[in-house]
């Protein structure tokens, strides 16, 4: 069983940054592939961005491209989010999720299915202001 504990959520007005933080439990988090989701209520939860166990490889949603970066430290079984000229639009509750031993490109392939990916944290909440 994999923990996953977000934090780093908060207000912050538009133009402005924010990093998130997933910190996993586990001895295995370095064969584990990394993702960041978010939601808003009443509506269906979004893929944000994505990176391979040794960080060779990273996936962006279009809507993170050129403002988002995803990165990771093995080291301490984090996972991060830099989350740079943040909109409006980018206020919803974000979702660290682990997926075990999984094939880059599948997991690509299926980014936003019911089990690209196996364990979800509890979130956190990012509010950006106008």
């Known amino acids: 069983q994999v923990q996953l504990v977000e934090s780093g959520g908060g207000l912050v007005q538009a133009g402005g940054s924010l990093r998130l933080s997933c910190v996993a439990s586990g001895r295995s988090f370095g064969s584990y592939a990394m993702g960041w989701f978010r939601q808003v209520p009443g509506k269906e939860r979004e893929f944000v961005a994505a990176?391979?166990?040794?960080?060779?490889?990273?996936y962006y949603a279009d809507s993170a491209k050129g403002r988002f970066t995803i990165s990771r430290d093995n080291a301490k079984n984090t996972v991060y989010l830099q989350m740079n000229s943040l909109k409006p639009e980018d206020t919803a509750v974000y979702y660290c999720?682990?997926?075990?031993?999984?094939?880059?490109?599948?997991?690509?392939?299926?980014?936003?299915?019911?089990?690209?990916?196996?364990?979800w944290g509890q979130g956190t909440q990012v509010t950006v202001s106008s």
């Open positions: 990176i391979s166990w040794g960080a060779a490889n990273t």
């Open positions: 999720a682990a997926k075990p031993g999984t094939v880059w490109s599948r997991l690509v392939a299926g980014i936003g299915g019911p089990t690209a990916f196996d364990y």
